[in-house]
């Protein structure tokens, strides 16, 4: 039988991309990761990383390997939550990746009802793009993340996830003064998000359809800073309704008919966990409170 802690590392490997990525993430020394990956080979009986310049590549027989230890971890997370479930009190830790907007609109209410609901329950939060979120879920940096998804955007899930919808964010035109329409805005500066997001490719769609490359000035994943551009008179901003939750808008608004699409994915196997069925209620609670 093969070694689990091998095959973990042999999964690790994929998703890292590097023996050193590997090492750095589940402390290690890449000399022992390597060494374990060896014995792995040993026990299988066939090379299973080829080498490509400096880097290495999971052979065939090794990506066969990858997609059964998924299976046996995921039986492996459905036994944990079997466990939880038969518990009376709900403990442990969960830790939740975020985008901004979502962090500050919607986790502190959560935050709060988990408190009152499962003081037992302690909560890790991070701040981080679904870009980056969403790797990391899938290599087991976090339990549940907070994503967000752009008309005519449709980013590609893997089928090891699962998600479910949380709210509808309906979409914004900011501007310093008043303006009747996107186009008139063709000559003015612009606040986006950096170039190859899909934030960045529907703004630009947007623009474009109304006639004008828009001159992109300001880049930044930072929405609070958006609209500190747009107040100050320096850009006009593409902004969702989270941004204001709760607040008064401080400056001029267009509503689109576009709406981004919130939502929690978490990892098949995991999500009938106590801890992430908790967490899930208290975020649909967060956004109807």
Same mark, same amino acid.
């Given at each position: 039988?093969?070694?689990?802690?091998?095959?973990?590392?042999?999964?690790?490997?994929?998703?890292?991309?590097?023996?050193?990525?590997?090492?750095?993430?589940?402390?290690?020394?890449?000399?022992?990761?390597?060494?374990?990956?060896?014995?792995?080979?040993?026990?299988?009986?066939?090379?299973?990383?080829?080498?490509?310049?400096?880097?290495?590549?999971?052979?065939?027989?090794?990506?066969?390997?990858?997609?059964?230890?998924?299976?046996?971890?995921?039986?492996?997370?459905?036994? !944990?939550? @079997?466990?939880?479930?038969?518990? /009376? %009190? #709900?403990?442990?830790?969960? $830790?939740?990746?975020?985008?901004?907007? &979502? *962090?500050?609109?919607?986790?502190?209410?959560?935050?709060?009802?988990?408190?009152?609901?499962?003081?037992?329950?302690?909560?890790?939060?991070?701040?981080?793009?679904?870009?980056?979120?969403?790797?990391?879920?899938?290599?087991?940096?976090?339990?549940?993340?907070?994503?967000?998804?752009?008309?005519?955007?449709?980013?590609?899930?893997?089928?090891?996830?699962?998600?479910?919808?949380?709210?509808?964010?309906?979409?914004?035109?900011?501007?310093?003064?008043?303006?009747?329409?996107?186009?008139?805005?063709?000559?003015?500066?612009?606040?986006?998000?950096?170039?190859?997001?899909?934030?960045?490719?529907?703004?630009?769609?947007?623009?474009?359809?109304?006639?004008? !490359?828009? @001159?992109?000035?300001?880049?930044? /994943? %930072? #929405?609070?800073?958006?609209? $500190?551009?747009?107040?100050?008179?320096? &850009? *006009?901003?593409?902004?969702?309704?989270?941004?204001?939750?709760?607040?008064?808008?401080?400056?001029?608004?267009?509503?689109?008919?576009?709406?981004?699409?919130?939502?929690?994915?978490?990892?098949?196997?995991?999500?009938?966990?106590?801890?992430?069925?908790?967490?899930?209620?208290?975020?649909?609670?967060?956004?109807?409170?």
């Amino acid at each position: 039988m093969f070694d689990l802690h091998r095959l973990r590392l042999l999964r690790e490997l994929k998703h890292r991309g590097t023996l050193a990525a590997v090492a750095a993430a589940l402390s290690y020394a890449p000399s022992s990761v390597s060494q374990q990956l060896s014995q792995l080979e040993a026990e299988v009986g066939v090379p299973l990383l080829e080498p490509v310049g400096r880097r290495v590549r999971l052979t065939e027989q090794a990506e066969i390997l990858v997609a059964h230890t998924e299976a046996v971890l995921e039986r492996l997370e459905r036994a !944990e939550a @079997d466990i939880a479930r038969s518990l /009376t %009190d #709900l403990t442990g830790t969960v $830790r939740i990746a975020s985008f901004q907007t &979502a *962090a500050l609109a919607l986790i502190p209410a959560a935050l709060g009802l988990l408190r009152e609901r499962h003081p037992g329950l302690r909560v890790h939060l991070t701040q981080l793009e679904p870009e980056r979120s969403l790797p990391a879920l899938q290599s087991r940096d976090f339990d549940l993340v907070l994503a967000e998804e752009y008309p005519g955007v449709p980013d590609a899930r893997s089928p090891d996830l699962e998600q479910e919808d949380l709210l509808e964010d309906p979409l914004h035109l900011a501007t310093p003064t008043p303006a009747t329409a996107l186009a008139a805005l063709a000559d003015h500066p612009w606040v986006m998000e950096p170039a190859d997001t899909p934030a960045r490719h529907w703004a630009l769609t947007r623009c474009r359809e109304a006639g004008f !490359e828009p @001159d992109v000035r300001f880049e930044t /994943t %930072d #929405l609070l800073l958006h609209l $500190r551009l747009v107040e100050e008179g320096h &850009a *006009a901003a593409f902004l969702p309704a989270l941004v204001w939750r709760g607040d008064t808008p401080t400056v001029p608004l267009r509503q689109l008919p576009d709406a981004r699409r919130v939502f929690t994915v978490v990892r098949k196997g995991r999500n009938t966990h106590p801890a992430i069925v908790a967490c899930r209620d208290a975020l649909r609670a967060a956004v109807t409170g």
